[in-house]
């Protein structure tokens, strides 16, 4: 990355993803790491750069993908 050419930047977390299972609840769920939802049946599990990343539909999955290649030009410069 050229700092000569960077005017502002802003940092987000790529992955975001809660579980705290407790022994007296029976509802376990990953939670969509896009919109934060739990993911509800299979969802969609896709891999990045060696690694996986749950969400809970195609149209997140769009979305991330998306968000995550604007990161990752921003961060290699181009």
Known sequence: MDEQKLR???I???E?????PQIDEAD???E???CGKPIDGDGVSIEIEERR????CSSCEA???EEYEKLRTAADGE
């Open 8 to 10: 502002n930047y802003e």
């Open 12 to 14: 987000q977390k790529v």
């Open 16 to 20: 975001n993803s809660i579980w705290n």
């Open 28 to 30: 376990l769920a990953t």
């Open 32 to 34: 969509c790491v896009q």
């Open 53 to 56: 990343y749950y969400l809970c």
């Open 63 to 65: 979305l991330f993908r």
